[in-house]
């Protein structure tokens, strides 16, 4: 047991969530995710509103994940567990597509470092989840994953884009451990992909895995025993009141996880949600203890954050996203943020 992960190995430090790909719906409808550069120019760097300069840098690693894509039809397929509409290999290429595309996702993070004053920025990778229903056994799981990772590990060294972003490892992206009868084990499959995850290098540094569970999510205080180099624990408090912060703070303070933080486009007109946000954004000043008398430290200062800020939303009034929209609309709560991602409390 230890305090959360040490800011000294700089393994991360700020990671936002970078949704890409499709969500699919509970009426099984894909929701196109994709970003451009501009969408990327005010998570790299803060810009001050009297002056017009760069203040400050925003967010440190971007990690890159879909849930869904589509297959050939046109049909959603889930990227994460399922059983009804698994993707197969042929839709995890086409996710790999999709984040290469030109001017948008990866290429368009390298062309906004391109514009900003950042000379590079990190990014991870999430890995597609293998379903039992596509590979029929555990070492066939192992392969398939391997052998995606080893396609994109092509892609990228033959890109233009290391030129502008640091690979730095990859992202399990199942939130939770499944067994699926005495056949089929996450545990194993976990483990072997973080093992071969570590052979590899990109300029001659080790590539590492992450995972970011949620609160009483099956196997998640097992990270360290599954080959994980770094893990953080969701509070999921801001879509469950009923959820505690500070239970999954303390959770993250004992396993020497990080903390999640938790918001999506509700913060923007729903001052419920709202002061949800900033419950966090205290605690994290603070420290404290939870309901058993559990302390945590002041996670805004001791610990590796990964930002959850949602995806995208297309309505009647365009495209939008939660912490980009905060940016456009001038709202207050994007500045705070900023102090926040940079050690400065001011709630």
Same mark, same amino acid.
């Given at each position: 047991m230890s305090p959360y992960p040490s800011l000294e190995k700089g393994q991360v430090d700020q990671l936002f969530l970078t949704y890409t790909g499709y969500s699919i719906g509970s009426d099984g409808t894909p929701h196109y995710q994709f970003w451009e550069m501009t969408d990327f120019l005010p998570l790299l760097t803060h810009t001050d509103s009297k002056t017009g300069c760069v203040d400050g840098t925003m967010f440190s690693d971007f990690l890159f994940l879909a849930l869904g894509i589509l297959n050939e039809s046109g049909e959603g397929r889930h990227l994460t567990r399922n059983e009804k509409t698994p993707a197969n290999w042929n839709e995890w290429v086409r996710y790999l597509d999709e984040l290469f595309l030109c001017n948008r996702n990866l290429d368009a993070l390298c062309q906004a470092v391109q514009r900003s004053c950042l000379s590079t920025t990190n990014v991870w990778i999430a890995l597609p989840y293998p379903n039992p229903q596509i590979f029929s056994n555990d070492l066939l799981r192992v392969q398939a994953?391997?052998? !995606?990772? #080893? *396609?994109? *590990? %092509?892609?990228?060294?033959?890109?233009?884009?290391? #030129? #502008?972003?640091?690979? $730095?490892?990859?992202?399990?992206? $199942?939130?939770?451990?499944? /067994?699926?009868g005495g056949k089929y084990d996450d545990r194993f499959v976990i483990a072997e992909v973080n093992q071969q995850i570590h052979t590899c290098k990109m300029d001659g540094t080790p590539l590492k895995s992450i995972w970011i569970p949620y609160q009483q999510a099956r196997g998640w205080s097992e990270w360290r025993s599954l080959g994980f180099d770094l893990a953080f624990l969701q509070p999921n408090a801001y879509f469950n009141p009923q959820r505690s912060i500070s239970e999954a703070a303390a959770s993250a303070y004992e396993y020497g996880m990080g903390v999640e933080m938790e918001f999506d486009l509700a913060v923007t007109y729903d001052q419920a949600k709202r002061e949800r946000l900033l419950a966090y954004l205290r605690k994290g000043t603070t420290g404290g203890t939870d309901a $058993?008398?559990?302390?945590?430290?002041?996670? $805004?200062? /001791?610990?590796? *954050? %990964? !930002?959850y800020t949602g995806g995208w939303f297309f309505g009647k009034n365009g495209r939008k996203q939660a912490m980009v929209s905060l940016y456009h609309s001038n709202d207050p709560l994007y500045d705070i943020i900023f102090r926040y991602l940079n050690g400065i409390n001011e709630l």
């Open positions: 994953v391997v052998d !995606w990772m #080893c *396609l994109f *590990l %092509a892609t990228w060294t033959d890109s233009h884009l290391k #030129c #502008c972003l640091r690979l $730095q490892g990859f992202y399990w992206l $199942q939130e939770s451990l499944y /067994e699926h $058993q008398g559990r302390y945590f430290g002041p996670y $805004q200062f /001791e610990s590796p *954050l %990964a !930002w």
